[in-house]
């Protein structure tokens, strides 16, 4: 059965340290999303990306967040200089997006824990 | 903006036992989500309707537009349903709004 993978599982980096957090959505899937949860709280969308370009973001997704769909396969969440509260459970999710609607079920990937000291 | 409650926020049964999980939601939506997160953090999708009633296997979902809420029923409750459920609304541009979940453990 097709799944959405990600890599690394976890990421451990320094305060004001690049990381580029990497997802392998299903392949005929057209919609994609970021989403994070800090420990013991709840999911949050961050993004959602469709025809090669971001659809919506939340206030959480500010400057130091980036997303790119560099080729046709992986789809990639950058932050650019890590803060402490950038700690948390990133998750990529993708959707079928049937034709006139892109309210699908979304399926998710394991996720990446990222840990900023 | 819409907010999502569920409750209880807790719930231990025991097994056998038929549970019930509900979720309401602030502002009219297309689509309702169920969802459940494994203790090692992963998300399953169980369930999206926007309408009526979906049943598979043992878990039931349903929705009621009018009142903006949504309910899980798991029948014959087993250990290894004892998971994190989360109800999550939207998902289509905007992503989904998700719940605080409701941690559910099934004693033996």
């Known amino acids: 059965e097709p799944e959405v993978t990600q890599t690394p599982s976890h990421q451990v980096t320094q305060m004001g340290q690049e990381v580029i957090l990497r997802c392998v959505p299903i392949?005929?899937?057209?919609?994609f999303y970021w989403y994070r949860q800090i420990l013991g709280q709840k999911v949050e969308f961050l993004v959602s990306?469709?025809?090669?370009?971001?659809?919506?973001k939340s206030e959480i997704f500010d400057d130091q967040f980036s997303v790119e769909r560099p080729d046709g396969s992986n789809f990639t969440l950058k932050i650019r200089s890590t803060k402490l509260e950038d700690s948390a459970m990133y998750f990529c999710?993708?959707?079928?997006?049937?034709?006139?609607?892109?309210?699908?079920?979304?399926?998710f990937g394991p996720g990446t824990r990222l840990t900023v000291l | 903006k819409n907010e999502v409650e569920q409750s209880p926020q807790n719930l231990t049964a025991q097994e056998g036992e038929f549970i019930t999980i509900n979720c309401s939601y602030s502002?009219?939506?297309?689509?309702l989500h169920w969802l459940q997160q494994h203790p090692g953090g992963g998300i399953v999708s169980l369930f999206m309707?926007?309408?009526g009633k979906k049943k598979h296997g043992r878990l039931i979902a349903t929705i009621n537009i009018q009142e903006k809420h949504s309910s899980l029923h798991i029948t014959a409750s087993h250990p290894r349903d004892s998971a994190v459920y989360i109800c999550?609304?939207?998902?289509?541009?905007?992503?989904?709004?998700f719940g605080k979940g409701t941690h559910l453990i099934i004693q033996p």
């Open positions: 999550a609304v939207g998902g289509g541009a905007d992503g989904l709004t």
């Open positions: 990306f469709y025809n090669n370009e971001i659809s919506e």
């Open positions: 309707l926007s309408s």
């Open positions: 502002v009219g939506i297309s689509a």
């Open positions: 999710a993708s959707n079928g997006g049937r034709m006139g609607t892109s309210y699908n079920e979304q399926f």
């Open positions: 392949s005929n899937h057209l919609y």
